[in-house]
């Protein structure tokens, strides 16, 4: 026979595991430089899209007798076209882009008078703002290029924007640095009830409405007394012990407890009733 209180214990939980769901702290992307968390705060990059930070860095080579020099230019916002000082572009860097990097390579050509053959540099894409990714805390973007991907990590600092290398360890996965006032956590938006509030508002204005019809109607039209007053007593006293069934039907993967060989007993075991 159908159970109704087994089917609004198991509501009860499973709004209860919604609410718990919906809470996760994760900040949303809500655009190429801005995400949001469940509470209304986050991070907004806006403001900084003025112009290209940039960094350098550079890496001897072949015993000292080489080296290249490398310059980063990050822009978080939206794609811009880099301005290269050149009529030929070397690379891929002639389009609007996120993320470039320009290597140029200064070869020694006499010890003595620190002289070094520098050639023309070469270009390379790093990231562009229509492929991004947060990071689940906000504090870093992932910029995809292909196999390669670029992390840039948000620090909150108050000072000018900047940028630094944080690590050259991964070619397939640099991670740079970008300091600004801008990175640190503030309000978005106005904090709004979430899902699962709402449906726990739902749920528990319907209970107190069930409730005080359920009260009237056993103590006006049934003449019922102090407790027993209220609508299904028996349900609400095993509540607790509902709860806890659905607790265990949960963790264990929704299925029914594996039970020993025997007769068939009525409710069959294998209905929900068995639960």
């Known amino acids: 026979m159908f159970d109704y209180k087994k089917l609004i214990a198991l509501g009860i939980f499973l709004c209860y595991l919604e609410t718990i769901a919906s809470t996760e702290d994760v900040c949303v992307k809500k655009g190429p430089c801005s995400c949001e968390f469940s ?3 986050g991070i907004d990059l806006s403001p900084t899209a003025t112009g290209f930070a940039m960094t350098q860095t550079y890496e001897l080579k072949n015993d000292g007798s ?9 822009h978080p916002c939206y794609d ?10 070397i690379g891929t860097c002639g389009n609007p882009l996120s993320i ?3 290597t140029r390579n200064f070869d020694l050509q006499n010890a003595t008078k620190d002289t070094f ?3 023309d540099g070469n270009y390379e894409f790093m990231g562009s703002s229509n492929i991004t990714q947060f990071g689940a805390d906000g504090k870093s973007i992932i910029y995809f290029n ?3 991907s670029t992390v840039v990590m948000l ?3 108050q000072t000018d924007n900047r940028l630094h290398i944080y690590s050259l360890e991964e070619p397939d996965k640099i991670v740079l ?3 600004s006032r801008d990175a640190c956590l503030k309000q978005i938006e106005e904090l709004g009830p979430s899902l699962g509030t709402t449906l726990l508002i739902i749920l528990f204005s319907f209970v107190a409405l069930y409730l005080a019809l359920g009260i009237c109607t056993k103590k006006f039209l049934m003449g019922a007394t102090g407790i027993e007053v209220i609508p299904n007593l028996s349900f609400w006293s095993d509540l607790p012990n509902l709860v806890r069934d659905g607790w265990a039907f949960a963790l264990n993967g929704f299925k029914l407890p594996s039970r020993s060989q025997g007769p068939v007993t009525s409710p069959d075991p294998n209905s929900y009733d068995s639960i």
């Not at 811009?80 to 572009?89: A, G, H």
């Open 39 to 41: 509470n209304g705060t």
């Open 66 to 74: 080489q080296y290249s020099l490398s310059t980063y230019y990050y």
């Open 80 to 89: 811009i076209q880099l301005k290269i000082n050149t009529t030929k572009v």
């Open 100 to 102: 470039c990097r320009y």
């Open 117 to 119: 053959k520098i050639d």
């Open 146 to 148: 292909g196999p390669s």
């Open 155 to 157: 620090i909150c600092a």
């Open 177 to 179: 640095a970008f300091y």
